[in-house]
């Protein structure tokens, strides 16, 4: 998000994040959070987690909270811009 303190990371493979993705994301598929945690713990600001339902954003959002990083499940990535902007 630009002019922004939040981050969204969409953790879909990087096929589905190439066929449409919120403006600005990141994408760090779901089987590789683990491996990118000390990049993903450098991220200033709010972290907004998403996917094409939800469900994997809220598996990450479980592995990262579970290693200290605060996070928040976006949901689906065309609503997590919305999200964004809401907290």
Known sequence: ??????????VRSEGEFVMGHAEGALNI???????RLDEISE????II???ASGNRSGMAQQILESKGINCHNGGSWFAAENYALAL
């Open 29 to 35: 598929p779901l089987n590789e959070i683990d491996g």
């Open 1 to 10: 998000m630009k002019n922004s303190n939040k981050t969204i990371i969409d």
């Open 49 to 51: 987690l998403c996917c």
């Open 43 to 46: 991220i200033e600001g709010e």
